[in-house]
């Protein structure tokens, strides 16, 4: 336990309840790690299986209509599950205003950041969090987050953060023609001709964001920042800072690489909607944030996502070509309630859906 509790419901109350987070714990400069955040053996980053000889493609999207490159984007989307854009038309200003917006919205008060707490929000689409569902975690993660889901502006105006909104809807709105750059290249390998009204709202009809925060953590090798998992979306798009510390697994195999962050870079991979609707031709691969003992991190993932109300399954184009599906049609809501149902843990959400 923390020196300053007396015992581990005090310690919860702080982080949960009182809105210090998981930060705020790490700012009273405790020595060592509360047995609460200690993570299972298994369910820590074993680093002897690190390779170091090998990266994650790196694609420069200068010239997006190059056959090279949308070969390069597909292969990388069915051999990694994760690349690096650079050259990819988000300004660079934009995204240092995100992360100094997550910065910011981090350094707030705790009585204001009480505010975004689910049981304190006005909205269940704002909503303050520290580990991943500390309700259903059996060991803590050593992270903070806010995620915000985008229903239109006038709801982000109205209950997001005024301290990161702008910059938040700014990202949302200038990472856009990438997105659709990135989709309409993946689904014509996929034998789809055009981004057009039919595909788009269940390749790209909703938006989430998260901002990340891994504070400094007094035994990072005895816990984690986010145990391994895949994303849910269709693709994210992911903004690091310079810190480190994202590991991917690679395909097939127990190795795991580093993500190098790279100056003014975007992080993209692909998440199990689209591993479902390419029937799994596309893969959602497993990564892992590890904590830091000498700084502080954050990141932002702007998650591209079906509408929680459409039906996701293995798309007809990809079928008619006589592949077995592997997935089975399950409605997007449901899919992503059963990952909120249960810890991180690698690929299994995916299950879910398979036939
Ligand atoms: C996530 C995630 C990676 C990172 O939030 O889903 O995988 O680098 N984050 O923070
Ligand atoms: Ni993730």
Not at 55 to 73: A, F, G, L, Q, R
Not at 78 to 85: I, L, P, T
Not at 268 to 280: F, H, V
Not at 335 to 352: A, L, Q
Request: hydrophobic content about 35%; aromatic content about 10%.
């Amino acid at each position: 336990m923390a020196p300053s509790f007396t015992n581990n419901k005090e310690l919860k109350t702080f982080v949960f309840d009182d809105g210090h987070g998981v930060k705020g714990l790490s700012e009273l400069k405790i020595e060592t790690l509360p047995e609460l955040f200690i993570q299972p053996y298994e369910k820590r980053l074993d680093m002897s299986k690190v390779v170091h000889h090998e990266s994650i493609p790196v694609i420069d999207m200068s010239n997006p209509d190059d056959p090279e490159v949308m070969k390069h984007i597909c292969d990388a989307a069915e051999n990694w599950g994760f690349f690096q854009v650079v050259n990819h038309g988000v300004p660079f200003k934009v995204l240092d205003d995100v992360k100094d917006a997550t910065k910011r919205f981090f350094s707030l008060q705790a009585d204001e950041k009480k505010k975004y707490l689910y049981k304190n929000c006005p909205t269940k689409n704002v909503r303050l969090v520290s580990s991943f569902i500390p309700e259903v975690d059996k060991a803590y993660e050593w992270k903070d987050y806010l995620s915000c889901f985008y229903v239109s502006d006038d709801e982000a105006f109205a209950y997001w953060p005024s301290v990161c909104r702008d910059q938040l809807l700014e990202y949302m709105k200038e990472s856009e023609p990438l997105i659709k750059t990135l989709l309409k290249v993946l689904i014509t390998r996929l034998g789809i001709s055009k981004l057009d009204e039919t595909n788009e709202p269940f390749l790209m009809g909703s938006r989430r964001m998260n901002l990340n925060y891994y504070p400094i953590c007094p035994n990072p090798e005895l816990t984690v920042g986010v145990g391994s998992h895949s994303d849910v979306s269709t693709l994210t798009i992911l903004l690091q800072d310079e810190t480190g510390g994202l590991y991917v697994r690679k395909l097939n195999s127990d190795n795991w690489v580093h993500v190098p962050p790279i100056k003014g870079s975007l992080t993209i991979n692909i998440g199990d909607a689209l591993q479902i609707m390419s029937n799994g031709r596309y893969k959602s691969i497993e990564h892992h944030v590890v904590a830091n003992a000498h700084e502080n991190r954050i990141s932002v993932p702007l998650f591209v996502n079906p509408r929680p109300s459409d039906g996701i399954g293995p798309l007809p184009q990809v079928i008619v070509r006589g592949e077995t599906a592997l997935y089975k049609h399950v409605l997007y809501s449901d899919y992503v309630k059963h990952f909120y149902r249960k810890s991180h843990n690698g690929k299994d959400t995916i299950e879910f859906a398979r036939v």
